[in-house]
């Protein structure tokens, strides 16, 4: 069963950091299109930075280049959004997705989310 949790929201000031978790289970991450999505209340979902399965090749939203970074590690099974230089704006909750090809079809997974807020 494939299982997408996501971990290490929560509250920061303006200008620190955090590192978010998405562990994957039920398939290896290395194999997927991973990204990171974020929703603020009122808006629709954004795409905040993906990882591609072959050769690892990433991918940001213009609004956190140079501030985030997705990583994966491959022997954990987990793919990680390493947030610095947070702002207000990137308020949101945030949400992993996989893209899988099996079985000649493509599959969409999505995590539960976590909250990230950056207030003083």
């Known amino acids: 069963q494939v299982q997408l949790v996501e971990s290490g929201g929560g509250s920061v000031q303006p200008g620190g950091s955090l590192t978010l978790a998405c562990a994957a289970s039920?398939?290896?991450?290395?194999?997927?299109?991973m990204t990171w999505y974020r929703q603020a209340p009122g808006k629709e979902r954004e795409l905040v930075a993906g990882?591609?399965?072959?050769?690892?090749?990433?991918n940001y939203a213009d609004s956190v280049k140079g501030r985030f970074a997705i990583s994966r590690d491959n022997a954990k099974n987990t793919v990680y959004l390493q947030m610095n230089s947070l702002k207000p704006e990137d308020t949101a909750v945030y949400y992993c997705?996989?893209?899988?090809?099996?079985?000649?079809?493509?599959?969409?997974?999505w995590g539960q989310g976590t909250q990230v807020t950056v207030s003083s």
């Open positions: 990882i591609a399965n072959s050769g690892g090749s990433t």
């Open positions: 997705n996989a893209v899988t090809w099996r079985g000649w079809t493509w599959h969409t997974y």
């Open positions: 039920g398939f290896t991450v290395s194999s997927a299109s």
